[in-house]
């Protein structure tokens, strides 16, 4: 293989970081779809309104699934027996049993989630930090996501909003990324006592717009945890971690090592400016590891920590008692 024939399924607002990091590396952007077909009048590839019919062609090499949420699943598993390597977006499943059933039918191939930002300059230095125990034993750690979701964000969608279609509200779609990174940076999450509601938006949405957690660490540290789409035009989402003899912020502009920036993310031309850049480096990362076998891209088993936690936590809110995470 001397250059990577990509396709991309679903080709809503994600879709642009993708496509721009396609062509940057020098890939071939070979077919795109969409069940609306006004979506793809831009591009001059082969073009579906049927995934299925995408996935008969041999020039494939890699899909990049970034449809609703309720599709993730199946679509990776029809991808992967197709013989495409695939990278779903997040959240790549919206329960734990199906992530599991996309693990049992790999059928050989790269099958990654995006979470891109594992990959923002921050996280990398944070994550090289925290291993190396550069400021002692971690003590603590805070995650804040103050975000802002008008009801025209759900209504003129056929999927936000929907817990069938979406999985859930707030914490599966704005806040699963920093779930994440809230295990991959400080450790295995053992337990959770977590509260969801919907303040600002009922009778707009079925699930939370707001939640607010307790993470038992394995450690034996306690993390906290607030995320809300009800904050007047949103803001910045930090995660502060508390070591020994340091405090770590991550934030949308880089890492702060007690209050002083120490390295800047690259900013995102496209897309949401909270998107980051990071998509670029992942996916060029996934590419040179399907061409030259080097690269250490996110293999889809990444994704069930965040979903087992997230799980855990509407279990929590239901039963209102902590609960314990389990698999």
Not at 25 to 32: D, E, I, M, Q
Not at 214 to 231: H, R
Not at 256 to 283: C, M, P, Q, R, V
């Amino acid at each position: 293989m001397s250059a990577v024939n990509a396709a991309v399924i679903g080709l809503g607002v994600i879709s642009a970081a993708h496509i721009n990091a396609i062509k940057s590396y020098g890939a071939n952007l070979v077919a795109v779809c969409d069940i609306k077909e006004e979506q793809m009048s831009g591009y001059s590839c082969a073009k579906y309104t049927d995934y299925r019919e995408l996935l008969k062609r041999e020039d494939i090499d890699i899909v990049h699934i970034c449809t609703p949420h309720y599709l993730h699943a199946q679509m990776t598993i029809d991808c992967a027996n197709a013989g495409k390597h695939v990278l779903v977006e997040k959240p790549a499943a919206t329960k734990a049993e199906q992530l599991l059933k996309m693990i049992e039918n790999k059928n050989g191939k790269k099958v990654c989630v995006c979470f891109q930002n594992r990959y923002n300059n921050a996280t990398v230095m944070a994550k090289d930090m925290l291993a190396k125990k550069t400021y002692g034993n971690v003590l603590g750690v805070c995650a804040l996501v103050p975000w802002y979701r008008n009801d025209a964000y759900y209504t003129n969608s056929d999927w936000r909003g929907r817990i069938a279609k979406e999985g859930g509200c707030l914490l599966v779609n704005q806040a699963i990324h920093t779930i994440d990174l809230m295990q991959y940076l400080v450790g295995d999450v053992e337990s959770v006592k977590a509260h969801v509601d919907n303040y600002t938006h009922p009778g707009t949405i079925e699930g939370e717009d707001t939640a607010t957690a307790a993470f038992y660490y394995a450690s034996g540290i306690v993390g906290m945890f607030f995320a809300t789409n009800c904050y007047n035009s949103g803001s910045t989402i930090q995660i502060e971690i508390k070591c020994e003899s340091a405090t770590l912020k991550l934030t949308e502009k880089g890492l702060f090592i007690d209050d002083d920036l120490t390295i800047e993310n690259i900013k995102a031309h496209l897309g949401k400016s909270y998107f980051g850049n990071a998509h670029t480096a992942l996916i060029h990362e996934l590419y040179d590891e399907i061409l030259f076998g080097s690269g250490s891209s996110l293999p889809i088993e990444e994704a069930l920590p965040a979903c087992r936690i997230i799980e855990a936590m509407y279990e929590s809110s239901d039963k209102k008692q902590r609960v314990r995470i389990t698999g």
